[in-house]
């Protein structure tokens, strides 16, 4: 290996011509899913559905309901081009905000695997392209893939316990009522553990491997990466768009230079497709 002044890596930085040549990774919009929570946007190729019912109780009964609104939403986007993801979990529709059916005071992970199953068949049936577990309980994707042997399964494998979700929350009303969501999602400290979810995902039956928060977590997109041959998605969380957008409204940061910075950094560490608010601002962008 040559050292300077014969190797001079400035060399390729010259010109945005020629940085343009030599880009190691590429924003495409082919890959990026907009988490909606009603209505689409010009330009984006792919969506994520979000329910916020107008009732909740104990059950999440909404979750599963044939006339839900997703169910609906699914429906009346039948024969859109885009591609229609569910998010699968009962916390939008329980009345304590917790993922599952709650038993002496905790999330009961066998019980609430039927009602996700069932939740998951209720999205294919109206029309979803695939489902997207999202409840951290042990053996889901094994419940949904039983019921589902047909449908793409994105399974959000690593999903942390992660104060990144508030504006989403906040916006889904589905804080929990009651403690916290650790006892089912994924302690922040841990990388090892997220390769055991994944490949317990794998084992059960996922087709695409999910991290979620990503900009915290890299670490954890880039071992999966190195780990699984699975397509690799990561979730650009509510709280990490947030950030940029405060900062830019205060004049602190450029939101574009801001937003695709981030985004490459979360393809570089290994995401091969990436869900994120930028999406309908990235139709424009790039
Ligand atoms: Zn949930």
Not at 31 to 38: E, I, Q, R, T
Not at 102 to 119: F, K, P, W, Y
Not at 156 to 178: I, M, V
Not at 201 to 206: C, T
Request: hydrophobic fraction near 40%; include cysteine; aromatic fraction near 8%.
């Amino acid at each position: 290996m040559s050292s300077f002044p014969v190797t001079r890596l400035r060399r390729l930085r010259r010109t945005s011509g020629i940085r343009n040549l030599v880009r190691e990774t590429r924003l495409d919009l082919d890959d990026f899913v907009m988490p909606l929570f009603v209505g689409t946007r010009l330009g984006v190729r792919a969506v994520i559905l979000f329910g916020i019912p107008d009732e909740k109780d104990e059950e999440g009964s909404g979750a599963y309901d044939d006339d839900g609104i997703i169910q609906r939403a699914l429906r009346a986007l039948d024969g859109s081009e885009l591609v229609l993801l569910t998010d699968v979990c009962l916390c939008e529709y329980t009345s304590h905000g917790h993922c599952g059916v709650i038993r002496n005071g905790e999330v009961d992970n066998d019980e609430t695997l039927e009602l996700i199953a069932r939740t998951a068949v209720t999205h294919v049936e109206a029309g979803a392209d695939a489902v997207c577990p999202s409840d951290m309980m042990d053996g889901r994707v094994a419940a949904i893939r039983d019921e589902l042997p047909e449908t793409p399964i994105i399974a959000y494998s690593a999903k942390y316990a992660s104060a990144f979700y508030g504006p989403f929350r906040e916006a889904a009303e589905s804080a929990p009522a009651f403690g916290d969501r650790r006892g089912y999602q994924m302690d922040p400290g841990n990388v090892r553990e997220a390769l055991r979810e994944c490949d317990q995902d794998v084992a059960e039956g996922a087709d695409v491997l999910m991290i979620k928060p990503a900009l915290p977590y890299l670490d954890v997109i880039r071992a999966a990466r190195e780990r699984f041959d699975l397509p690799l998605a990561a979730y650009n969380v509510s709280g990490e768009y947030a950030m940029v957008k405060a900062a830019a409204a205060k004049g602190f940061l450029d939101e574009r230079q801001a937003a695709l910075e981030s985004l490459t950094a979360i393809k570089r560490a290994g995401a091969d497709l990436v869900v994120s608010y930028w999406t309908k601002e990235l139709a424009t962008w790039l």
